[in-house]
C-alpha cells in the first residue's frame, strides 16, 4: 500500500470526524490544517480536475468558521508529515 492509498484510507475511515493534517507546502514551509472528509460544500476553483493522484482537495475548517469564504486548500500526500483523527495518528 502507498503512503497516498495509506492517508486516503484514513481520511475515508475518519467519517465525519475531524481530522488534522501537518505537511510541508511546495515552499518548503509546515502548515497545518483540519477539515470534515464529509464536507459537501460546493469546491470552488478553475473547474481543472486534478492531474496528480496523490493531491487531495478539503475545505480548511478553521479557515471556514473564522472567515467563510476561501476556505478550500488541496495537499500532496506526498508532503505528509502526519495525519490525526478519531485519536488515531499516522506519522511518516
Same mark, same amino acid.
Given at each position: 500500500?502507498?503512503?497516498?492509498?495509506? @492517508?486516503?484510507? %484514513? @481520511? %475515508?475511515?475518519?467519517?465525519?470526524?475531524?481530522?488534522?493534517? =501537518?505537511?510541508?507546502?511546495?515552499?518548503?514551509?509546515?502548515?497545518? /490544517?483540519? %477539515?470534515?472528509? =464529509?464536507?459537501?460544500? #460546493?469546491?470552488?476553483?478553475?473547474?481543472?480536475?486534478?492531474?496528480?493522484?496523490? @493531491? @487531495? =482537495?478539503?475545505?480548511? %475548517?478553521?479557515?471556514?468558521?473564522?472567515?467563510? #469564504?476561501?476556505?478550500? =486548500?488541496?495537499?500532496?500526500? #506526498?508532503?505528509?508529515?502526519?495525519?490525526?483523527?478519531?485519536?488515531?495518528? /499516522?506519522?511518516?
Amino acid at each position: 500500500m502507498t503512503k497516498t492509498d495509506k @492517508i486516503k484510507s %484514513f @481520511i %475515508f475511515n475518519a467519517g465525519s470526524s475531524i481530522v488534522n493534517v =501537518r505537511f510541508v507546502k511546495a515552499d518548503g514551509s509546515v502548515r497545518s /490544517l483540519c %477539515f470534515n472528509p =464529509r464536507d459537501t460544500k #460546493e469546491i470552488k476553483g478553475t473547474g481543472t480536475a486534478v492531474k496528480k493522484p496523490s @493531491i @487531495i =482537495r478539503c475545505r480548511d %475548517f478553521t479557515i471556514a468558521r473564522n472567515v467563510g #469564504e476561501g476556505a478550500w =486548500r488541496s495537499f500532496d500526500c #506526498e508532503r505528509v508529515l502526519s495525519i490525526k483523527a478519531n485519536g488515531q495518528t /499516522l506519522t511518516f
